[in-house]
């Protein structure tokens, strides 16, 4: 059984920085994406970053790029999310998410993925 646990979240003022980490297991495969996305009150889960395991190769959302990288550690089978320079609209509960065998280096809509964690929450303060 696949499981998902993200750690890191919390409350920081704004451009301050934090760094997410999602510690996956129970995967058959060696060919998975995991991506990040997030959920603010009363809107939609949107995508944030994603990386392949194959390739290494990353997706960014245009309201992230230059501020968030994605990176990971297969060894360990933990993905990280930096996240610098936080505004209050990055607030949010965020998820990891996975996906196996990805028919692209790695997903960017929510249907793409097979396996969510519980998310961490994430708060900056004006």
């Known amino acids: 059984e696949v499981q998902l646990v993200e750690s890191g979240g919390g409350l920081v003022q704004a451009g301050g920085s934090l760094r997410l980490s999602c510690a996956a297991s129970?995967?058959?495969?060696?060919?998975?994406?995991i991506g990040w996305f997030r959920q603010a009150p009363g809107k939609e889960r949107e995508g944030v970053s994603c990386?392949?395991?194959?390739?290494?190769?990353?997706y960014s959302a245009d309201s992230v790029k230059g501020r968030f990288t994605i990176s990971s550690d297969n060894a360990k089978k933990t993905v990280y999310l930096q996240m610098n320079s936080l505004k209050p609209e990055d607030t949010a509960l965020y998820f990891c998410?996975?996906?196996?065998?990805?028919?692209?280096?790695?997903?960017?809509?929510?249907?793409?993925?097979?396996?969510w964690g519980q998310g961490t929450q994430v708060t900056v303060s004006s």
């Open positions: 998410a996975a996906e196996i065998q990805p028919w692209r280096s790695c997903g960017r809509t929510l249907r793409e993925y097979d396996f």
């Open positions: 129970g995967f058959t495969s060696d060919d998975y994406a």
């Open positions: 990386i392949s395991s194959s390739d290494g190769s990353t």
